[in-house]
């Protein structure tokens, strides 16, 4: 199965800018995968960011929008989440996700439970 690679990870003043990639083991594009990213902070459950799919989406978490911007780069099977005016509840664990848009449609694409392929993750710090 596809393997996730994160990086980017840091730490960052409050208003500050990080940009975090997911390399993945294989192309994720020919295999109809979307792609997404989600975050778990201290003690809380993993939400859903950001989200692309091939048949044609980008999602975004309302928490989100406007500050953070998802790119795919299917020449070499990375996804990118440009985060800005980062704010300290922006602090969590960032993990990349993919699986087959068949089982990741528009309505759950931010729901973790449907994503099957995670990333070890890249710690985020916003201070």
């Known amino acids: 199965h596809v393997q996730l690679v994160e990086s980017g990870g840091g730490s960052v003043q409050s208003g500050g800018s990080l940009s975090l990639s997911c390399a993945a083991s294989?192309?994720?594009?020919?295999?109809?995968?979307?792609m997404a990213w989600f975050r778990q902070a201290s003690g809380k459950e993993r939400e859903g960011v950001a989200a692309?799919?091939?048949?044609?989406?980008?999602l975004y978490a309302d928490s989100v929008k406007g500050r953070f911007t998802l790119s795919q780069d299917n020449a070499k099977n990375t996804v990118s989440l440009q985060m800005s005016s980062l704010k300290p509840e922006d602090t969590a664990t960032y993990y990349c996700a993919a699986d087959s848009d068949v089982i990741i449609p528009p309505s759950l694409a931010l729901e973790s439970g449907r994503w099957n392929y995670w990333g070890q993750g890249t710690q985020v710090t916003v201070s």
């Open positions: 692309i799919c091939g048949s044609g989406y980008t």
């Open positions: 294989e192309s994720t594009y020919d295999r109809g995968y979307c």
